[in-house]
């Protein structure tokens, strides 16, 4: 990345659009806090991005590996219940699990989930703190055509309820419908 600005409103939903290797998720972990600057600073929700996170102000979806992420003896709806216990006011569970589409998955262990069912829970962790602000990279990939259009109409409800979305994509189609 070189000379990125980035000011955006509330309640907007922005896509990162680029093919493989443009920088995309670069400049997501650039604003987690997840990389530093060589050059230059990054600020989120007026803040360093380390301190927006930590504050459970942003709530991130990045792309990783089979199980979610999560490790593998753990069930789904415990390892939910323990990333909510990390945050002051969490969103209640049954509104987290009805979001992500994850109700029919909680007692199914991580490591026997599907590439698009992972994702869906990738989504459940990353909205579990009630955030403002979500980072997501690549959040359909893996995810079947129903699932992506039923994750889009709730990114759609996200924007309504005043929060801010920012997704990396290489799909022109999802940028242009849902940005």
Do not use: C
Not at 31 to 50: A, C, I, K, N, Y
Request: no cysteine; net charge positive; charged share 15%.
């Amino acid at each position: 990345l070189n000379g990125m600005d980035l000011r955006m409103a509330w309640r907007a939903t922005v896509a990162l659009l680029g093919p493989n290797g443009a920088g995309k998720s670069t400049a997501l972990s650039l604003l987690l806090g997840l990389l530093r600057p060589q050059t230059g600073t990054v600020e989120v929700l007026g803040t360093s991005p380390r301190q927006a996170v930590a504050q459970g102000h942003v709530g991130a979806m990045l792309q990783t590996g089979s199980g979610a992420g999560l490790p593998p003896g753990v069930r789904v709806g415990e390892a939910l219940r323990l990333v909510r216990s990390l945050y002051p006011h969490p969103a209640p569970f049954d509104l987290i699990a009805e979001r992500a589409g994850i109700g029919g998955l909680l007692d199914r262990p991580a490591v026997r989930l599907s590439g698009g069912q992972a994702q869906s829970v990738r989504f459940a962790i990353a909205i579990a703190g009630d955030p403002d602000l979500v980072f997501l990279d690549e959040p359909t990939a893996a995810m079947v055509l129903v699932g992506q259009q039923a994750f889009w109409r709730m990114i759609r409800e996200f924007a309504w309820e005043g929060r801010t979305t920012i997704f990396a994509t290489h799909h022109l189609h999802e940028a242009y419908r849902v940005a």
